[in-house]
């Protein structure tokens, strides 16, 4: 079974900097996609950035310029640097990872990310 873990959430003030981090282990075939999705309070989940196994990444338009997805294939670890914080970031943020061959999807607990203004 595969667990997914996100730590690195809190409160900030409008304009600091937050870093996730995300490790996914126990899984029996190589992890491709890993990301970062966000919900907001009465809103759906949603795409923050994605990066594939050959480190290309995706990002959410608004997002875009201020948040930086890594990861490190090695330790099945995915990275969210968020620079510039909003209030309209706060949520709470999902890790996901995706394996290959089979592309079960597996998420994580979630950590709460709070902008105050």
């Known amino acids: 079974q595969v667990q997914v873990v996100e730590s690195g959430g809190g409160l900030v003030q409008a304009g600091g900097s937050l870093r996730l981090s995300c490790t996914a282990s126990g899984s029996r075939f190589t992890i491709n996609t890993m990301g970062w999705y966000r919900q907001a309070p009465g809103k759906q989940r949603e795409l923050v950035a994605v990066?594939?196994?050959?480190?290309?990444?995706n990002y959410a338009d608004s997002v875009k310029g201020r948040f930086t997805i890594t990861r490190d294939n090695a330790k099945n670890m995915v990275y969210l640097q968020m620079n510039s914080l909003k209030p309209e970031d706060t949520a709470v943020y999902y890790c996901n990872a995706v394996t290959a061959i089979t592309r079960y999807s597996y998420w994580g607990q979630g950590t709460q990310v709070t902008v105050s203004s």
């Open positions: 990066i594939n196994s050959g480190g290309i990444p």
